[in-house]
Nanobody, 124 residues
Framework: QVQPVESGGGLVQTGGSLRLSCVAS????????MAWFRQAPGKERECVAA????????YYSDSVKGRFTISRDNAKNTVDLRMNSLKSEDTAVYYC?????????????????WGQGTQVTVSS
């Protein structure tokens, strides 16, 4: 079992940058695929970035490709999301999630363990 805890959200101006961090407890972290999801008011939760257990494969949604970077450090049990060139439409609650699977996953149903979420607000 893996329990993620996010940090790093906040208020930033359009065009700015933020880094979200996730620390995940649990002995199985290093074999778990990880992801960052987000949910804006009135919208479904969507996967914006995912990474497989080794860190060798990544996924990005079209809306963030080229602006966001996901990375992991299995020695520290951490997964980071670096967000650049932020837009107002990036405003959402961001969740770190862990899968019971090791291979790269982007589907909501593939993730079994969730953090409490951290708010990211991009102001114009």
């Amino acid at each position: 079992q893996v329990q993620p805890v996010e940090s790093g959200g906040g208020l930033v101006q359009t065009g700015g940058s933020l880094r979200l961090s996730c620390v995940a407890s649990g002995r199985t972290f290093e074999t778990a695929a990880m992801a960052w999801f987000r949910q804006a008011p009135g919208k479904e939760r969507e996967c914006v970035a995912a990474i497989n257990w080794t860190g060798g494969r990544t996924y990005y949604s079209d809306s963030v490709k080229g602006r966001f970077t996901i990375s992991r450090d299995n020695a520290k049990n951490t997964v980071d999301l670096r967000m650049n060139s932020l837009k107002s439409e990036d405003t959402a609650v961001y969740y770190c999630a862990a899968s019971a699977f090791s291979a790269l996953q982007s589907a909501l149903g593939a993730y079994h363990y969730w953090g409490q979420g951290t708010q990211v607000t991009v102001s114009s």
